[in-house]
T-cell receptor, first 113, second 114 residues
């Protein structure tokens, strides 16, 4: 069936480095994508979103890239800080008329000071 | 900043018992959701609620589950007869509209069925 998944379950980086978290999606009908951050013991927190009519969107220290040709989504975090340590989920939505986010498995980002 | 509030933060219950998980969504939000996350796994959609009725539900949301908005502020998830596999974090979320990113999640209720 259709699914959203992540390439790397764990990513370790040094403080100050840039981080890239990847996500593959298989539902070509999805038209809206969201990245969430989940810190330990907390609920998912919205980071940034992108619609399928865009290929790049920037926020504060974060950039989301969307490649519809290969159904790939990435989250770039600039100058990663220890506070960025969390699990990051991509979510896709919009297929079949539903706008309920379907979450991927998650990538754990570990930032070493 | 407005928050979605969930209570209790941790609930331990005996298998077969009924539990009610409570949520107070953000006051001007119109759409409400329940998700669950089994330890170490992805966040799974259970149900969405709008205009006092279920708008979507997943296959997880079977007859053991029900939702209710008993008053103008609370949104509850009831599990009628809990099973061991119901042990998970349950997250409530709300949004002002559908199809936008403005889902705000609560901090969750950890349900442990023993």
């Amino acid at each position: 069936g259709e699914s959203v998944g992540l390439h790397l379950p764990t990513l370790s980086v040094q403080e100050g480095d840039n981080s890239i978290i990847n996500c593959a999606y298989s539902n070509s009908a999805s038209d809206y994508f969201i990245w969430y951050k989940q810190e330990s013991g907390k609920g998912p927190q919205f980071i940034i979103d992108i619609r399928s009519n865009m290929d790049k969107r920037q926020g504060q220290r974060v950039t989301v890239l969307l490649n519809k040709t290969v159904k790939h989504l990435s989250l770039q975090i600039a100058a990663t800080q220890p506070g960025d340590s969390a699990v990051y989920f991509c979510a896709e939505t919009g297929s079949g008329g539903s706008y309920i986010p379907t979450f991927g498995r998650g990538t754990s980002l570990i930032v070493h000071p | 900043e407005p928050e979605v509030t969930q209570t209790p933060s941790h609930q331990v219950t005996q298998m077969g018992q009924e539990v009610i998980l409570r949520c107070v969504p953000i006051s001007n939000h119109l759409y409400f959701y329940w998700y669950r996350q089994i330890l170490g796994q992805k966040v799974e959609f259970l149900v969405s609620f709008y205009n006092n009725e279920i708008s979507e539900k997943s296959e997880i949301f079977d007859d053991q589950f029900s939702v209710e908005r008993p008053d103008g502020s609370n949104f509850t998830l009831k599990i009628r007869s809990t099973k061991l596999e119901d042990s998970a974090m349950y997250f409530c979320a709300s949004s002002e509209a559908v199809g936008q990113a403005g889902y705000t999640f609560g901090s969750g209720t950890r349900l442990t069925v023993v």
